[in-house]
Antibody
Framework: QLQLQESGPGLVKPSETLSLTCTVSGGSISSSSYYWGWIRQPPGKGLEWIGSIYYSGSTYYNPSLKSRVTISVDTSKNQFSLKLSSVTAADTAVYYC????????????WGQGTLVTVSS | QTVVTQEPSLTVSPGGTVTLTCASSTGAVTSGYYPNWFQQKPGQAPRALIYSTSNKHSWTPARFSGSLLGGKAALTLSGVQPEDEAEYYCLLYYGGARVFGGGTKLTVL
């Protein structure tokens, strides 16, 4: 059974960089069949797609966040990571990682999510 | 900036049928947008229900179905159960990028 687990600091100061890692277990991140992505949800609000990465390093980003986002992959650790720079209170959210199948664009497995609060 | 629009809220009686829709600001939604549907209950991560317009995951209850309807993606719940009360999100694919709808809060009353 595939599992995804987000990890990283729960509190980040304004103007600093938010860094999260998603560890994949029960399957290989190097599979040619999938993209791996990040999604966030501010408290009481809807879901927002942040971006996706292929095991080769190919990425797609949300245009509204593109200038501040970097997603990378570490196939040796079966992990992928999110960096969001110059954060403000508006970046406070639950951050999820998820898998996306290439052929069908299906998103099937998600992590449980991790709350990141931006505050001094 | 692409906007994906869903009904903010809908109410349905237990045992009834309800259809949620998902529209794109770029025009009619087609199968090429590979519509996905998710269910989210309070305090939980979203759960995938439908992919590629109408395909169900192995865990998706039979009462959930997906389709294209009048230029929109649609999620129909037939024989609604009390446990179907939740927020529902659609997700559309734009050639690599993806956009979520704003969500529909479904009340079973």
């Amino acid at each position: 059974q595939l599992q995804l687990q987000e990890s990283g600091p729960g509190l980040v100061k304004p103007s600093e960089t938010l860094s999260l890692t998603c560890t994949v277990s029960g399957g290989s991140i190097s599979s040619s069949s999938y993209y791996w992505g990040w999604i966030r949800q501010p408290p009481g609000k809807g879901l927002e797609w942040i971006g996706s990465i292929y095991y080769s390093g190919s990425t797609y980003y949300n245009p509204s966040l593109k200038s501040r986002v970097t997603i990378s992959v570490d196939t040796s650790k079966n992990q992928f990571s999110l960096k969001l720079s110059s954060v403000t209170a508006a970046d406070t959210a639950v951050y999820y990682c998820a898998r996306f199948e290439m052929a069908s664009a299906a998103s099937d497995y998600w992590g449980q999510g991790t709350l990141v609060t931006v505050s001094s | 900036q692409t906007v994906v629009t869903q009904e903010p809220s809908l109410t349905v009686s237990p045992g009834g049928t309800v259809t949620l829709t998902c529209a794109s600001s770029t025009g009619a939604v087609t199968s090429g947008y590979y519509p996905n549907w998710f269910q989210q209950k309070p305090g939980q991560a979203p759960r995938a229900l439908i992919y590629s317009t109408s395909n169900k995951h192995s865990w998706t209850p039979a009462r959930f179905s997906g389709s294209l309807l009048g230029g929109k993606a649609a999620l129909t719940l037939s024989g609604v159960q009390p446990e179907d009360e939740a927020e529902y999100y659609c997700l559309l694919y734009y050639g690599g990028a993806r956009v979520f709808g704003g969500g529909t809060k479904l009340t079973v009353l």
